[in-house]
């Protein structure tokens, strides 16, 4: 359930603003998985914190996938016309319920021994997003609609779509594999969200640079960018 919600308020996201603003968002909610983790982790009597030098590393990350967003400018979250955005509440439940679900599986991690059982796990959390779907699809009338206008879509369009959720499914695998890697769940969120946001602002520039793809301020920035990188390069070694 909460990976379908993730997926759904994301999306809902999307329709009023660009990915190099809403992916500097998803970098919140890992404030409250880091706290989660600690918290769960501490009272069940396991290491919530191997070395000190891991709140630097989850630091380093999360400021990272800030930086690009907000120009350098990283007083602007402080303003209120920031977070009266429509789609901030969006991005952020997003990414809080994807952080949950990643959590979930960190706490479930002593009866998932094996790639067999893990696989298995996999699978049914798959099947409970699709009947999390069609819940939410027989009751509401607007997804009823919009559904029956899929046949007018180009079909290039559909055939695009396609091949986007083979990839989705594939880094959702890959995702949980990562939690299941890392002692810390608020790290691996942290790093998640800002090597999205770096791969994002990257291949937006070579895109425009090279095939005059995207927007104008795809090109610009560059600098910014490359301080982001290092940032989230630093970030991830004191972490490993």
């Known amino acids: 359930m909460f990976s379908f919600l993730s997926y759904f308020y994301v999306l809902k996201a999307f329709e009023s603003a660009p990915s190099t603003v ?9 404030i409250f ?3 989660a983790s600690s918290t769960h982790k501490y009272f069940s ?3 919530w914190l191997e070395r000190k030098v891991h709140v630097l590393a989850y630091l380093m990350i999360f400021l990272g996938g800030l930086v690009p967003a907000t120009n350098g400018k990283l007083g602007v979250i402080l303003t209120k016309k920031f977070w009266k955005q429509p789609f901030v509440k969006d991005a952020i439940i997003s990414e809080l319920c994807h952080g ?27 099947i409970l997003f699709i009947l999390s779907f069609v819940v939410f699809l027989i009751f509401s009338k607007k997804w009823q609609d919009e559904i029956w206008r899929i046949r007018y879509v180009n079909s290039k369009a559909i055939w695009t779509t396609i091949l986007v959720e083979i990839m989705t ?4 695998f890959c995702s949980a594999i990562a939690y299941q890697s890392y002692y810390q769940t608020g790290v691996v969120t942290a790093a998640e969200s800002s090597l999205n946001q770096l791969l994002n602002l990257f291949s937006a520039y070579v895109l425009k640079k090279f095939f005059d793809l995207g927007r104008e301020e795809s090109a610009k920035g560059v600098g910014i960018k490359l301080i982001s990188a290092f940032l989230i390069l630093i970030g991830l070694l004191l972490a490993a």
């Open 22 to 30: 809403i992916l500097p968002l998803l970098q919140f909610p890992s």
């Open 33 to 35: 998985i880091f706290i």
């Open 100 to 126: 949950l679900y990643n959590f979930c599986i960190t706490t479930a991690e002593d009866e998932i021994d094996s790639m067999g059982t893990y696989m298995e796990y996999f699978a049914t959390t798959r």
């Open 169 to 172: 499914l594939i880094a959702y």
């Open 45 to 47: 009597g396991l290491v």
